[in-house]
C-alpha cells in the first residue's frame, strides 16, 4: 500500500502523490482522466477511503451513548477527527470545532443562531461581489426577516476587493462581515486579516468561507482571528457530507442552538430542556460518524505531505499555467488578482461553457462550465458562464499542457 | 419534392453511424447545427424558452394548413453548438411533418439508437424533452380540432 510517508526534506514528487489516489488511474473516453475540477470537489487518497472502509467494516456504531467495545472506538475516532481538525486550522480547543454537513450548513448556522439573535431592522450585513451562493442568500433570508440590509463590496476588473470601499460600508450599523477567503470563480485570495482587523476595529465579527482555502493554504484561525471560519470536507480530500464551523468559544457560548434534537441536550423534561455543552449544543442528532474519521484521515494524509509544501507547489503550477494558457489564441482569463490560487477561469472566443466543457471530455479532461454558483461574479465580469480549471496536488504541468492542447483542438472543431 | 420524416431520420442516423468514436459524433451534431434556419433574433426572449442553465433553448411552433393537412412548423435555436445540434434533429424530424407522423415518432428510442441518449446531460435532455411535449402538443392539438 501506497501510503507514502512523504519526508519534508526531499522535493515534492507528484507521481508518489498521484499513487495514494485510485480514481486519478481511470480513463475516460479511452483516455487517461485529466481531472481539473478540485474547486468542485476533490478525489479522495486511498487513506481516506481505507478509513471509511476499516470504520464500516469493523467498528460501525452510534456515539457518546454506549458502553461497549466498538462504541468507544467509534466515539473516539469520531472525537479524534475533530481533533485533528482542531490542530489542522489551530483552533484553540475542540469545543471550537462544530461538524456540520458542508460549508453551507456551517454559514446558515451562523445566520439562523448568532444572525437571527443579533441582527435587527436597519441593521447591516457587509458581503462581497464576489461571493458563492452559499455566502449570500443565508444573509439575504435573514435580512429579508428582519428588515436588515445587505451591503456588497464591490470588485475592480483584476477580481480584487476595493477595500477603500469596505472601509467606508463599516459603521455601527454593521453587524456581521462574511467574506470569501479564496474566490472558487475567479481565484482570487481576499486579504482576509486585514478584513477582519478594520472590522474589528467596529467591534464587528467577521466569518470566513474557508470553503477553496482551506485546502490550498495552511489555515491559523487565531492568527486569523476570524470569527467564524467554514469549510467543506469534500473539498479537502475527505468524504461529502461533512463540514466544518470554526467560531470563537465566547461567540458560540452566547450563541442559541439552530437545531433540536438528541446529543444536543443535557436534560429533558417538558418544562424545560438544558442544553449540552459545546460543541455538542449544536450538533443535534446523529452526526455523520464515517465522516469525521474520513475527514480526519484526510487532514492525517495533508499533514504527512504538508500543506505548505502543497501550497508551494500548487503555487508554482499556476505559475506555469498562467504561461500556457494565456498562449491559447482568443483565451480571456477572468480573474487576474495578483493573490490569487489554483482557478483559472476562463473564456474563449464565443464559444459556449458547455461545449467547451462537452468537447474537453472527449479527451479526458474534466473541467467544470457554468456560472459556478456565483451569478453576481459571472455578471460583474459580462460573461454568461466560464470555463474553470482548478488545480489540487496531484495535478502535473502535462496536465496543464493536455488541457492547453485541448483548448486548442476545441477552438479548431467549433471554428 | 421534400424529404419525408422517415427519410430524414434515416440520414441523420447513417451520419451518425459512420462514426464509433465521441468526438466525431459531437462533429457530426455540430455540422447539423449548422443546418438549422436561423431564427429570428427577436423570438430569443424568455417566454420562448424552453430551457435555461447551461444553454439555452428557444422555440416558436405553429400549426399551419397544408396540402396535404395540418402539418407542426417550428424555428428553434440554442446558444450551445452541440445543442444547436440537437435542435437540429428535432427540426428536421418534426418541422413541416404532418401531425401524425409527429405524433407517431418515438424520438426517444430514436436518440437511443443514434446513441445520443446516455451522452445527453441532463440539462440538454430536458431541453429538448421539453420542445417534444410543445411539438407533440401542437400536433394532438390539431387532431382535436379535426
Ligand atoms: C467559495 C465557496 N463557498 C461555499 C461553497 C459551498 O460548498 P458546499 O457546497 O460544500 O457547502 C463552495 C463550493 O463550491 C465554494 O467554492
Not at chain 1, 465522516?291 to 508551494?312: F, P, T, W
Not at chain 1, 487576474?336 to 458547455?354: G, P, Q, R, Y
Request: glycine share 8%; aromatic share 8%; hydrophobic share 40%.
Amino acid at each position: 500500500m501506497s501510503d507514502v510517508k512523504h519526508a519534508h526534506n526531499l522535493a515534492y514528487d507528484v507521481e508518489l502523490i498521484r499513487a495514494d489516489f485510485p480514481l486519478l488511474h481511470t480513463s475516460v473516453h479511452g483516455k487517461p482522466l485529466v481531472y481539473l475540477d478540485n474547486a468542485n470537489t476533490t478525489q479522495k487518497p486511498r487513506k481516506v477511503i481505507d478509513a471509511l472502509m476499516e470504520y464500516y467494516t469493523t467498528y460501525n456504531s452510534n456515539i457518546h451513548r454506549a458502553s461497549y467495545s466498538i462504541a468507544e472506538r467509534s466515539t473516539h475516532e469520531f472525537e479524534q477527527g475533530r481533533a485533528k481538525v482542531k490542530g489542522f486550522l489551530n483552533a484553540r480547543g475542540v469545543e471550537e470545532i462544530i461538524f456540520v454537513r458542508n460549508a453551507t450548513e456551517g454559514i446558515n448556522l451562523v445566520a439562523q443562531s448568532y444572525g437571527r439573535t443579533n441582527v435587527g431592522e436597519g441593521d447591516e450585513i457587509i458581503i462581497s461581489a464576489m461571493e458563492h451562493h452559499a455566502n449570500i442568500v443565508p444573509w439575504q433570508m435573514l435580512c429579508e426577516e428582519k428588515g436588515a440590509v445587505l451591503k456588497v463590496i464591490p470588485v475592480n476588473d483584476d477580481g480584487e476587493l476595493l477595500m477603500e470601499e469596505y472601509e467606508k460600508m463599516l459603521s455601527e450599523r454593521t453587524k456581521l462581515v462574511g467574506i470569501v477567503h479564496m474566490s472558487n470563480a475567479l481565484g482570487t485570495v481576499n486579504p482576509v486579516e486585514e478584513i477582519i482587523r478594520l472590522a474589528h476595529a467596529h467591534g464587528v465579527p467577521v466569518l470566513v468561507d474557508g470553503a477553496q482555502s482551506a485546502y490550498h493554504k495552511v489555515i491559523d484561525v487565531q492568527k486569523m482571528d476570524c470569527d467564524f471560519f467554514v469549510f467543506s470536507g469534500h473539498k479537502l480530500y475527505g468524504p461529502t457530507g461533512i463540514g466544518v464551523l470554526y467560531g470563537k468559544r465566547e461567540l458560540l457560548e452566547q450563541m442559541p442552538p439552530w437545531m433540536g434534537g438528541g446529543d444536543m441536550i443535557a436534560s429533558v423534561t417538558f418544562e424545560k430542556t438544558i442544553y449540552n455543552e459545546l460543541p455538542n449544543k449544536f450538533e443535534a442528532g446523529t452526526p455523520h460518524i464515517a465522516g469525521s474519521i474520513g475527514l480526519g484521515a484526510a487532514i492525517d494524509y495533508l499533514n504527512g505531505v504538508g500543506m505548505d509544501r502543497i501550497a508551494a507547489y500548487e503555487h508554482e503550477l499556476m505559475e506555469y499555467g498562467k504561461q500556457v494558457l494565456t498562449a491559447v489564441p482568443g483565451l480571456r482569463m477572468i480573474g487576474t488578482a495578483k493573490e490569487k490560487a489554483s482557478v483559472f477561469s476562463f473564456v474563449i472566443k464565443d464559444i459556449h461553457a458547455l461545449d467547451l466543457g462537452t468537447l474537453l471530455d472527449t479527451q479526458g479532461i474534466a473541467i467544470r462550465t457554468g456560472q459556478h454558483c456565483a451569478h453576481p461574479v459571472m455578471k460583474r465580469f459580462g460573461v454568461e458562464a466560464t470555463g474553470r480549471a482548478s488545480l489540487a496536488c496531484y495535478n502535473t504541468k502535462e496536465e496543464i499542457d493536455a488541457l492547453a492542447r485541448g483548448l486548442v483542438r476545441v477552438s479548431e472543431i467549433l471554428g | 419534392m421534400t424529404r419525408s420524416q422517415a427519410e430524414k431520420a434515416a440520414d441523420i442516423e447513417e451520419a451518425f453511424s459512420l462514426f464509433d468514436n465521441w468526438e466525431d459524433r459531437y462533429q457530426v451534431l455540430i455540422d447539423l447545427g449548422k443546418m438549422l434556419p436561423p431564427m429570428n433574433a427577436s423570438d430569443k426572449c424568455d417566454s420562448n424558452r424552453v430551457s435555461g442553465c447551461q444553454s439555452n433553448v428557444w422555440m416558436v411552433a405553429t400549426l399551419q394548413d397544408s396540402p396535404t393537412g395540418p402539418v407542426v412548423v417550428f424555428s428553434a435555436d440554442s446558444d450551445a453548438s452541440i445543442t444547436r445540434g440537437l435542435v437540429s434533429i428535432l427540426w428536421q424530424v418534426f418541422s413541416g411533418q404532418p401531425v401524425s407522423d409527429i405524433l407517431e415518432f418515438d424520438i426517444d428510442e430514436f436518440l437511443d439508437r443514434l446513441g445520443l441518449m446516455s451522452h445527453l446531460s441532463m440539462n440538454r435532455r430536458n431541453g429538448l424533452f421539453s420542445m417534444v411535449l410543445r411539438v407533440k402538443a401542437l400536433a394532438a392539438s390539431a387532431g382535436v380540432g379535426a
